[in-house]
């Protein structure tokens, strides 16, 4: 099984390139923020309670988000038999610690943890442009400004929890997303 977490802050690329990983490895691609746009389009319970964090440019809470991740890992067990791209999960040491507890359960493991290096300006552009093109309620000024401070305090730590048992691969997010995904594909099969 090849299970791999994409990292880095809002608007880093995490999407694009997961969809590209996740067709080239056969991995099944858990995107978290998508799960939750998705619960709110459905207005189901968990959907209004993430709106009113998302809306914000917050977190969901950490105890909502573990319950609704490991739902779908025990539902999915058929799905993710190759292995998972975790995209948008974790994002907080709580969540990276019940990550590797759940994989542990299930006999697997983190293979590799690709952050994608971005700074804030170029962030802050690509999330600008997303909002005009694409309504995103989280990609208006004020919510990125909050998206990226709770990025760097509760987000980026899990950079030097990672580091310590050696699963992190620095990637440098600018540039086309071709080169990227093609210097992603070099570190997965380095790691393989
Ligand atoms: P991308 O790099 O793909 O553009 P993104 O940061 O813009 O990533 P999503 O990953 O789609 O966006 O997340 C959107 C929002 O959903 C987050 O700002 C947060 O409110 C919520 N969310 C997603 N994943 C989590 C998580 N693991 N824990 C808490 N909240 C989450
Ligand atoms: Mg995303």
Known sequence: MLNLVIFGGPGSGKGTQSAKIAKKYGLYHISTGDVLRDHIAR?????????????????????????????????????????????????TLPQARELDALLEVLETKISVVIGLEVPDAELTQRMLLRGKESG???????????????????????????????RYVAINGEGSIDEIFDKICAAIDAAK
């Open 43 to 91: 207005r189901t319970d968990i959907g209004k309670v993430a709106h009113s964090y998302i809306s914000q440019g917050m977190l969901i809470p950490d105890k909502l988000m573990i319950k609704i991740l490991e739902d779908l890992l025990k539902s999915r067990t058929s799905e993710t038999k190759h292995g998972v791209i975790f995209d948008g999960f974790p994002r």
């Open 136 to 166: 995103r309620e989280d990609d208006n000024e004020k919510a990125i400004k909050t998206r990226l401070a709770v990025y760097h305090k509760q987000t980026e730590p899990l950079e030097a929890y990672y580091k310590e048992t050696g």
